[in-house]
């Protein structure tokens, strides 16, 4: 199984409503700049950056210095220990699904 604190550090990072925002935003780009990630959002370039900096710390995103500015791009595999974790409880819920299905069926018929 997956080391507890990695996984309570993704979750961590995507608690936030606002760095979940932002890291969509960099999932569905291919690179992005913390400029960009400010422009069109109602929040300030400092917290941009320590959002960032949260799912850096993550392994959400990683970044790339190219001059005076920062490309962020979000890691495939960051989001490899929560989906892990969860695999963990799809018997649970497919035993659950199972079950209700059964009885539905004896309900109606």
């Given at each position: 199984m997956i080391e507890a604190e990695t996984i309570t550090a993704v979750m961590r990072a995507l608690a936030d409503p606002t760095r979940r925002a932002v890291f969509e935003r960099i999932v569905n780009s291919e690179e992005i700049t913390v400029v960009e990630l400010t422009r069109g959002s109602n929040v300030t370039q400092g917290a941009i950056s320590q959002h960032l900096k949260s799912l850096k710390?993550?392994?959400?995103?990683?970044?790339?210095?190219?001059?005076?500015?920062?490309?962020?791009?979000?890691?495939?595999?960051?989001?490899?220990?929560?989906?892990?974790?969860?695999?963990?409880?799809?018997?649970?819920?497919?035993?659950?699904?199972?079950d209700l299905r059964k009885l539905l069926k004896e309900i109606d018929p």
């Open positions: 710390q993550a392994g959400l995103v990683s970044e790339r210095p190219e001059g005076r500015k920062v490309y962020y791009r979000a890691e495939p595999g960051g989001l490899e220990p929560l989906a892990d974790w969860m695999s963990h409880y799809g018997i649970f819920w497919r035993e659950r699904f199972t």
